[in-house]
């Protein structure tokens, strides 16, 4: 049996947020427009989404590239994207229970670190994060080894291997265990705490 974590690395997208870019959002965004919500969305995912996430690009040239194939605003592009970052309340229920449990909760997210200061204003779960591990502030991203590397870092004194790593995505979650970690695949449904916290799991 594993030894008690100390820490737990947790994604933000997926696991206690829900992502924009898997919603409606870019039908959204055009108005309806089928054909351009395609055109935008394989902009996003073939162009924008990776130099964006690893602090390559300012965040005014994503919002004006992705408005001008949908044919909208920037300033409204942005904040449909923005709102569209809703709370996931059976992950968050699991964030404050290992938090409850005596864990550290470490963030480690794809992510934009300006946007941070957004969500620790708006949710108040966000603060109970020690600290977080942003790709856009370190200049790589999951899955990425070195972006599991900086995340260890800021878990000294533990084990490598205690630590669960929880994230939506296979690929990271085998990257992570690649890494050492505790690879925990994780969803909109927290049912990854059973995994961090076995001795809680009901009858």
Known sequence: MRRNPGFVALDLGGILLTDPTLGTFWTDICQGDVDASARTRTLWFSSLREPFERGEIPETQVWRTLASTAGSRADL???AFLDNFVELSHGIDALRACADAGLTPVLATNHYAP???IWRERFDWFNLFATVICSSSIGVRKPDRSFFLATLDV???TDIGDIPFVDDIPENVAAASAAGFH???GDATGTWRWD????D???
């Open 77 to 79: 592009v942005r904040a």
């Open 201 to 203: 799991q009901p009858e």
């Open 155 to 157: 878990c000294a004194g």
């Open 183 to 185: 690879g925990v695949l």
């Open 196 to 199: 961090v916290l076995p001795h």
């Open 115 to 117: 946007w941070l200061p």
